[in-house]
């Protein structure tokens, strides 16, 4: 059911990684030819569909996954594409994800981060003496098929991840879903290790806690501070008071994972020309290179106070392709090398 804070125009803004649909395609076995049959009824043109920086909306996004239901000779599609997204898929949410201290945090992780990936999802965790049980929830009307396909996907995507963690199978897990039991449900136990059920009131997995707590062998602190940082620091800056450009901009370059978007590709997102769009920054007293100054500003602040990464490894995570111009940037933005600003003010 539609959730009564989702407005209809948050269907039309473009925050969705557009790796996701990418990858739809080639779980399909599209050519380059065949991706407009895909991008059916979805405004998009297959150039713009094959920039890596472009994104969607969710009304896309949506129409992409009925689209693959279509196209698909495979009635088992939604668990197929879930073996597909991989951790790598997912972002800093996948990366913060596998070096969780353990699944307990893991799935906390994904609670509080998901909103980085899909805008319409939602995720709740419950806890009794025995479990923790995760609910997913859908914020927009979507079809019988569309909703089959994104349970069946996430379930996947979900058991993949804790399964990497724990080390092993978890057969003791148990996932209901809230679609019909649907007539190749034998394919089930080839993605699912756990028990599965179906026509429940809601989607929800069930994990017991004492799974939750086993130590992750991959685990790694620095690597998990670091990627929780980056997405508390896209939550926080994607808090806006209204639904401006300067928001939908921010959220735009903070969901690409660091890749670098031009002025032009974000004007092409929102559907107007570059000049369009530097006029109505300029009505909120801001530019296009402010913003994206203001972003990658704080990340290389970050990075240089929370990591031990070198200078030359952080200008490459900002997409800098020499590190003298990210130098010279960094100086422009605090008035000191980028060195010499850790000194100052590492703890």
């Not at 076995?29 to 920039?51: K, P």
């Not at 086993?214 to 998990?224: F, K, L, V």
């Not at 020499?322 to 850790?342: G, I, T, V």
């Amino acid at each position: 059911m539609k959730n009564n804070i989702w407005m209809d125009e948050n269907l039309d803004i473009s925050n969705i990684p557009s790796n996701y649909a990418r990858l739809i395609g080639r779980e399909l076995a599209l050519n380059i030819r065949e991706l407009s049959q895909l991008l059916q009824f979805t405004q998009l043109t297959t150039e713009q569909f094959m920039q890596d920086d472009t994104l969607l909306t969710a009304r896309q996004l949506v129409q992409i996954l009925q689209n693959s239901s279509t196209l698909s000779k495979h009635a088992d599609f939604g668990l197929r594409l879930g073996k597909r997204l991989t951790p790598t898929t997912h972002g800093a949410m996948g990366f913060l994800v596998n070096s969780s201290p353990n699944l307990l945090m893991a799935l906390k992780a994904f609670k509080e981060f998901i909103p980085t990936r899909i805008s319409f999802a939602r995720l709740s965790i419950e806890y009794n003496e025995h479990s923790v049980n995760m609910s997913l929830h859908f914020d927009i009307q979507l079809s019988e098929q569309v909703h089959r396909l994104l349970a069946e996907t996430c379930a996947v995507i979900l058991f993949e991840c804790a399964e990497f963690i724990v080390g092993r199978p978890i057969h003791e897990a148990k996932i209901c879903f809230a679609h019909a039991e649907p007539n190749y449900s034998q394919a089930y136990h080839h993605y699912l290790a756990g028990h599965y059920s179906f026509a429940a009131p809601e989607i929800k997995a069930e994990f017991p806690l004492n799974l939750c707590n086993i130590p992750n062998a991959s685990a790694n602190q620095d690597s998990y501070l670091l990627a929780r940082q980056q997405c508390e620091n896209m939550l926080q800056q994607l808090k806006p008071s209204k639904q401006s450009y300067v928001y939908m901009i921010k959220k735009m370059m903070l969901s690409s994972s660091l890749h670098e978007l031009s002025e032009e590709q974000i004007a092409a997102s929102l559907f107007m020309s570059k000049r369009t769009l530097a006029r109505k920054l300029a009505l909120d007293g801001t530019s296009f290179r402010d913003i994206k100054d203001s972003i990658l500003s704080e990340q290389a602040r970050s990075y240089l106070l929370e990591s031990e990464l070198s200078v030359d490894a952080i200008a490459a995570l900002l997409n800098y392709h020499d590190s003298a111009n990210f130098r010279r940037a960094f100086k422009r933005w605090f008035d000191l090398p980028p060195s010499e600003y850790r000194f100052q003010n590492k703890k």
